[in-house]
């Protein structure tokens, strides 16, 4: 690894660094004595101003000054990056063998950025719907109507409505909320006897109620009325009192959303971006309508994921195959369409746990992109071994409370010398494909760290995730606990290394998972001294095998067209069904589509070359037409369909024509004079 086109900078942090420039200059490669400052941010600021007047780019050893930094910066061209060598490596009891570390972690910031991709976008004009208690809910809305075209639901209590008409104000029951920042969708019901809309606020029916059941919130509280209607012909020619009323749907669109309800409208763990549901909490409240007023305008965020349909298994002809995508989506962003799924862009959140479950690699996470996440794993540990670094510890984290989580520990503890921070967008993204690769680049362990607002259904499949590939390794014979998840880093300290290659794997990770797994998988086992050609998996595992019950298979074929990834093929020769082992994801789609039930999945890793090469599960005689001698479909088949039908009354003159190919079976009907036509009973 080499910094050329950079300029590093390094601060000890007052000397509380322990940082080996020698060392470092020689693991990073940077041709040149390696300058450590003690206060780069107050009396060596100069030193870093100076660097900014050359042509590279800058990497700061330093994260807690980003901002002071940036400030001295101004507006200049060069690209200034930080990474942190204080709480991550040089605040630990072992931070003087954090070297190999350090250099890992300088080397891989210095990594060019991923490429753009296609964005998303939003455009919000303001328009805010208010749901929840009439007091709560008047109460912010006479604050924000100012600042933003403001409408009110309200769904319950009492409340006086403001003197002045100055927003739409509206009672009833929520019964759908749909949609994202700048196109959402409500549909509710008007449940009191009062509609809002038409109601002049003439205090008419107020005056007129003699059980006191109208205020000035202008509802009737059904449960004082004793159904004199005096409000309703003090209402008069306006009509805004109906008690016969039927009330149909309604529909209402808004950009922005704030739920005041006890209970959420939208339930997702993952909440669009636009609506924000804070409660009966009077802070979280304010919090919350700050936050609204900042989502005025236009925004956009990257498309997170890639989704190649011509290999997904979800469906096929109406059968169900895989639902993993649609099942650990915390956004509630994926849903079946047809034969496929489809993802709303806008509801994405980015987790990458759709990306993580696909057994086929139809969904793919897009930014950052797998390849991308594999260049910064593999300098990482390259760079780190390189300079005598061992037993390496790779802990997945996400830039927000997992970063915390690190600080804090930092500031405490510190890490481990060999535990190897890597940022993610979210933990979810961390898939199988990920974690092989990391050992076969070299690392002793991968640690993915949680907290309590990751949803649990990304917990449980990285978990499976987990599970898979360490029944993988310890068959492999890799000694070791090799996966884990965590919610405190501090575990880090009591985790053994695991065995691991004995050489590194040189090849990249490809956005084709499958591809990938078969190349970590191939070095892995090369790398091992375990002579092992199969591997047992537990159930909903993606790789596997089939077995086909010849008794009852008749050939088909069915199965062959309800495969997606084609791993079940015809045979151009004779009637045979072939399998690649290779190409199963375990689906399940040949198995519902066998019209025979004769297929079952057998979860396991092929590890032989055999896994790549078409087998035959079944093959049958060959039937000739009785007329052409031909070949036309199975012995079997046709014997089944000759069971079957030999005893219908269409058939009581033989079933000889049965027996016969498609097209002596016509030839036969135009010789056979003696047969009746339709014509026979022309009137």
Not at 175 to 185: H, V
Request: aromatic residues 6%; negative net charge; charged residues 25%.
């Amino acid at each position: 690894m080499s910094l050329e086109g950079k300029t590093l900078k390094v601060c000890s942090c007052n000397r509380t660094v322990p940082i080996d420039a020698k060392a470092l200059a020689a693991a990073l490669k940077t041709g040149a004595p390696l300058k450590v400052h003690s206060e780069l941010c107050r009396k060596d600021a100069g030193a870093f101003q100076a660097a900014l007047g050359g042509a590279d780019d800058v990497i700061v050893a330093c994260t807690q000054e980003a901002a002071l930094f940036g400030e001295l910066a101004g507006e200049g061209e060069q690209r200034i990056r930080f990474v942190n060598v204080r709480e991550a490596a040089g605040w630990s009891r072992e931070g003087a063998a954090a070297t190999p570390k350090m250099a890992a972690l300088i080397a891989m910031a210095a990594l060019p950025e991923p490429e753009p991709v296609p964005a998303v976008e939003f455009a919000s004009g303001g328009q805010l719907l208010i749901i929840g208690p009439a007091a709560a809910a008047l109460d912010w809305a006479e604050r924000l109507a100012a600042q933003m075209e403001v409408s009110v639901l309200i769904t319950g209590g009492a409340g006086e409505l403001p003197p002045e008409r100055r927003y739409p104000v509206w009672s009833g029951r929520a019964q759908k909320l749909s949609g994202w920042l700048g196109a959402f969708e409500l549909e509710w019901r008007q449940e009191n006897p009062i509609d809002l809309e038409l109601c002049t606020r003439c205090n008419a029916c107020v005056r007129a109620c003699p059980e006191q059941a109208i205020g000035f919130g202008y509802q009737v509280e059904m449960e004082k009325c004793r159904g004199h209607r005096e409000c309703v012909k003090a209402c008069g020619a306006l009509g805004a009192i109906d008690f016969s009323r039927v009330e149909t749907a309604r529909k209402e669109t808004f950009d922005l959303v704030l739920d005041l309800s006890r209970e959420p409208l939208i339930r997702t763990h993952e909440l669009p971006q636009g609506y924000l549901a804070p409660g009966d909490d009077p802070l979280e409240q304010a919090l919350a309508a700050r936050e609204l007023a900042a989502l005025v305008g236009e925004f956009e965020k990257p498309r997170f994921f890639d989704y190649h349909s011509r290999i997904c298994a979800h469906s096929r002809s109406g059968k169900q195959g895989c639902n993993a995508c649609i099942d650990v989506c915390s956004s509630g962003a994926i849903r079946a369409d047809g034969d496929l799924v489809k993802v709303e862009p806008h509801l994405c959140a980015g987790c990458g746990g759709c990306a993580t479950v696909c057994p086929s690699g139809a969904m793919r996470y897009a930014y950052p992109p797998v390849p991308d996440t594999g260049t910064r794993l593999k300098t990482l540990l390259s760079v780190y071994r390189e300079a005598g670094g061992k037993d390496a510890c790779v802990l997945f984290h996400d830039p927000r409370e997992g970063r915390a989580a690190l600080l804090a520990l930092g500031r405490r503890k510190g890490l481990p010398a060999r535990a190897l921070p890597l940022e993610c967008f979210h933990p979810a993204s961390i898939g199988i494909d990920l974690m092989l690769g990391a050992i076969a680049y070299g690392a002793s362990q991968v640690r993915v760290l949680v907290t309590d607002r990751t949803a649990e259904g990304y917990v449980a499949a990285l978990k499976k995730q987990m599970g898979y590939a360490e029944r993988i390794l310890q068959a492999l014979g890799y000694a070791g606990e090799h996966f884990a998840l965590i919610e405190d880093p501090a575990v880090l300290w009591e985790s053994a290394p695991a065995a691991t290659v004995a050489r590194a794997a040189t090849f990249n990770l490809s956005s084709e998972k499958r591809t990938t797994l078969d190349f970590a998988i191939e070095h892995l086992l090369e790398q091992s001294s375990s002579k092992v050609e199969e591997i047992k998996l537990p159930a909903g595992a993606p790789f596997g095998t089939l077995t086909v019950n010849k008794d009852t298979c008749t050939l088909c074929k069915a199965c062959i067209g309800a495969c997606p990834e084609a791993a079940l093929l015809d045979s151009p020769e004779t009637p045979a069904l072939r399998f690649i082992e290779r190409n199963c994801v375990q689906c399940g789609l040949c198995a519902s589509t066998c019209p025979e039930d004769a297929i079952r999945l057998e979860p396991r890793l092929l590890l032989a070359a055999l896994a790549k090469q078409p087998v035959v599960l079944n093959e049958a005689e060959p039937f000739n037409c009785v007329r052409c001698a031909k070949p036309f479909g199975t012995r079997q088949m046709v014997e089944n369909m000759l069971g079957k039908l030999g005893a219908h009354s269409m058939f009581a003159g033989g079933t000889r024509r049965l027996q016969m190919c498609g097209d002596c079976r016509v030839v036969d009907m135009m010789e056979n004079k003696q047969e009746a036509s339709i014509l026979d009973y022309k009137k």
